[in-house]
């Protein structure tokens, strides 16, 4: 089993979700860009690896009934953000296999894992990532608050994982059940921190 300090938390921060002309757009989720982009190159400076997850859903799929058509696989929307890509990194679908999940950070430095519904624990690898990992603390930003970012948190505190939460680096789809995830998020034990507290350390 490896181990590392730190593991940077980058949820679904692509452009059906983060520009305003989105299929999906979060409100208010491109005015979280800079503090995104500070965090990534706290990351690059600092050698810290990043496990990205991104929706990925085939034409018609099921979950466009609740959401409508968004972040459709080949599709412009799909694609992550330009700012939160690192050069060393890899893609992992949910159809794959992964024999030694641990060893993907020996030659990579970004996971992006594609999901096709909300929780990225539906990608089994991702599953096996994080469990074949000793991490001292995952550091979680992106959209959207109430949905994704709670499922993936949840997901990781619910597997013994160290949670921050960073409060100024995420959205949610609406105010009032962004609250209700927060609450929920800090009595299953997340912590909350700010994008300063975590690139402070090395600016």
């Given amino acids: 089993m490896g181990s590392v300090d730190r ?17 999906l ?8 860009l800079p503090n995104v982009v500070r ?27 609740e959401f409508g058509p968004h972040c459709v696989e080949g599709a412009d929307g799909q694609a992550k953000l330009p700012e939160t890509l690192l ?5 992992i679908e949910p159809d ?25 624990w539906s990608n089994p690898n991702a599953v096996r990532f994080v469990e074949s ?20 948190v949840l997901g990781l505190l619910q597997r013994g994982r160290r949670v921050a939460v960073v409060s100024d680096a995420i959205r949610p789809l609406t105010e009032q059940t962004g609250r209700v995830a927060v609450e929920e998020l800090t009595a299953a034990g997340a912590q909350w921190v700010t994008t300063d507290e975590i690139v402070g350390e090395q600016a």
């Fill in 7 to 23: 593991i940077l938390v980058d949820i679904d921060t692509q452009r059906d979700f983060m520009v305003r002309d989105g299929a």
């Fill in 25 to 32: 757009y979060v409100p208010g989720s491109d005015l979280i």
């Fill in 39 to 65: 965090l990534f190159d706290y990351a690059r400076r600092a050698g810290v690896p990043v496990m990205s997850t991104a929706d990925c859903h085939p034409p018609g799929d099921p979950e466009f009934d």
């Fill in 87 to 91: 050069p060393q990194r890899v893609t």
């Fill in 96 to 120: 794959e296999h992964v024999d030694h999940p641990e060893r993907l950070l020996d030659s990579h430095q970004q996971i992006i894992f594609h999901k096709t519904t909300l929780d990225v």
């Fill in 133 to 152: 990992l000793e991490v001292g603390q995952y550091v979680a930003f992106g959209v959207a608050t109430d949905y994704c970012v709670r499922a993936e």
